[in-house]
C-alpha cells in the first residue's frame, strides 16, 4: 500500500484496522496478556500470549514494515532495546564497523556488552567510504551507520557503504532516528536493516518511549532479532505502541515542518555575527550537502548543531536566555528543544570512540512552532549575551 500512495495517505492507513466487534474507527488497546484457545487448542485468532505478540504490537509492526518498504518488523521497548535487537545477531570472533560519532547510547552498548560477549568493535568516520573499506575484514559482519548522526548531523552515503558492504557478505545497519522514513528510506538505498528511536520524531510528542527495527527481508537478521525481542523481553506495553501508532499517522506532516524550521534556524543562524558554525546538511556549506540532496531530498529533517563564538560561557549564557525553547535532552517532539550539549548527563564523552565534544556547541531539536518566533527567541538569547 505505501508502494500506490503518497506518504501523507499511506501514514494515516497503514495498519489501520476497523475493530470488528465494535466498528470503532480508533483502534481499541488490548491490554490483554492472554488470548483463548479453541477447544482443539489451537489460537484461530493468531494471538495466544502478549509476550510473544499482541495486536496493537502486530499493528505497529505492520505500518511501519509498509512505511519502510520492509518485509518484516520489530517493535520494542525503547530504541536502545531495537539497537540490541538487531547487535544480537553478531556472534563471538565476529567484528563490527562503527563511527566515532555514534549515538552515545549505542557506543555504550557495544563497549559494556557486546565486546564482553566477544565481539569486536572497529571504529572509523562513517561518512569516509575509503576508511570503511579499509576496515572491512573476513570478520566484519555488521556496518552500523547513524545518519544524520548526533551531535554533528553528519551524513552518511548509505548505497556507497552498501556496495562496499554487500559483496563481502557483510550487514548494513542505519539508525535513522534523525530522518525516519518521510525524508529517507535506508532499505531503498540497500541496507539491511533500518532502526529507530519511535521516543523521537516517529511517536513525536516527547511522552512516550519505543523503538523500531524494519527489515529488508524475512531472513535470518530478522529472526535473530524476532528471538532477542521475545527471549529477552524487550516486548513494549500495548499502550505505548498504540500511542506510536499515533504518532505515525501524523509523521509525514510534521517532518517536513520540522525540516523547513530547521532549515530557517540554520540560515539564520549561519549568518548571525555571534555564531562561529552551524552544522546542518541542508547548507550547501555543509560538507554532507550533496549526499543529503540525494539521499534526503525531501528535507534534512529537524536536528541541527551551533558552536557560538565565545567559548563554553558563551553557550552556556546563550540557553540560559531562551524563553520559548526548552533547555531539555532528547528530540523529535513538537516543541523545540537546545541543549548545551558538553554539560548534558546523557552526553558521556567519547565512551572509546574517541570523539571529544567542542565545548561552545549548541544542540537544537526544533519543532513545529512558527520559525519566526523560533528565531527571534534565538535572537535575543544571542544577543543578550553580549550586551555591554
Ligand atoms: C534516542 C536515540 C536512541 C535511543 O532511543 P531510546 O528510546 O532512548 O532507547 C537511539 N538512536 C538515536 C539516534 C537516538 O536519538
Known amino acids: 500500500m505505501a ?7 499511506a501514514a494515516v492507513h497503514a495498519g489501520r484496522v476497523i475493530d470488528p466487534g465494535t466498528g470503532a474507527v480508533a483502534p481499541p488497546i488490548h491490554l490483554s496478556t492472554t488470548f483463548e484457545r479453541d477447544p482443539d ?31 518484516a518488523a520489530i517493535a520494542t521497548s525503547s530504541g536502545m532495546a531495537a539497537i ?40 572509523v568516520d562513517v561518512t569516509r567510504l575509503d576508511e570503511v573499506a579499509a576496515a572491512i575484514s573476513p570478520q566484519t559482519r555488521m556496518i552500523w551507520i547513524d545518519t544524520p548522526s548526533n551531535p554533528l548531523i ?16 557483510v550487514r548494513v545497519a542505519v539508525d535513522s532516528t534523525f530522518a525516519t522514513f518521510v525524508l529517507q528510506r ?17 511517536a513525536g510528542h516527547s511522552d512516550v518511549v519505543n523503538g523500531l527495527a ?20 524487550l516486548t513494549p506495553s500495548p ?37 562561529a558554525r552551524v552544522y546542518y546538511p541542508g547548507l550547501g556549506s555543509n560538507e554532507g550537502w550533496q549526499i543529503a540532496r540525494r ?19 558563551a553557550a552556556i549564557g546563550t540557553v540560559a536566555r531562551v524563553k520559548l525553547f526548552t533547555r531539555a535532552a532528547s528530540l523529535g517532539g513538537v516543541e523545540s528543544l537546545i541543549e548545551h550539549r558538553a554539560s548534558s548527563p546523557i552526553q558521556t564523552r567519547g565512551q572509546g570512540t574517541g570523539f571529544t565534544l567542542p565545548d561552545d556547541l549548541l544542540r537544537l531539536s526544533v519543532g513545529i512552532e512558527h520559525a519566526d518566533d523560533l528565531i527571534a527567541d534565538l535572537d535575543q538569547a544571542l544577543d543578550g549575551n553580549w550586551a555591554p
Open 186 to 202: 535506508p532499505l531503498d538505498h540497500g541496507a539491511d536493516v533500518a532502526v529507530y528511536a519511535a521516543t523521537k520524531y516517529i
Open 3 to 9: 508502494e500506490r500512495y503518497h506518504p501523507e495517505t
Open 239 to 275: 499502550f505505548d505502541c498504540w500511542m506510536v501508532h499515533r504518532g505515525l499517522r501524523t509523521l509525514p506532516h510534521r517532518m517536513r515542518v520540522h525540516s523547513r524550521n530547521a532549515q530557517a534556524v540554520s540560515e539564520f543562524l549561519e549568518g548571525h555575527p555571534r555564531v
Open 154 to 169: 553528519r551524513v552518511t552515503d548509505i548505497a556507497g557503504v552498501v556496495a562496499l558492504a554487500r559483496p563481502k557478505g
Open 84 to 123: 540490541a535487537a538487531v547487535l544480537s545477531a553478531l556472534k563471538p570472533g565476529e567484528r563490527v564497523i562503527v563511527s566515532y560519532d555514534l549515538f552515545q547510547g549505542t557506543a555504550r552498548l557495544l563497549n559494556d556488552q557486546l565486546r564482553q560477549w566477544g565481539i569486536a568493535v572497529d571504529v
Open 295 to 313: 539521499q534526503m531530498p525531501a528535507g534534512c529533517g529537524g536536528m541541527l548543531s551551533a558552536s557560538v563564538k565565545g567559548g563554553r560561557a
Open 41 to 71: 487448542g489451537s489460537y484461530p485468532r493468531g494471538y495466544s500470549y502478549s509476550t510473544f505478540d499482541n495486536p496493537n504490537r502486530a499493528w505497529l509492526e505492520d505500518a511501519i514494515t509498509q512505511l519502510e518498504g520492509g518485509a
Open 214 to 233: 524494519v527489515f529488508r527481508e524475512k531472513g535470518a537478521l530478522y529472526e535473530r532479532a524476532r528471538a532477542f525481542q521475545i527471549n529477552v523481553g
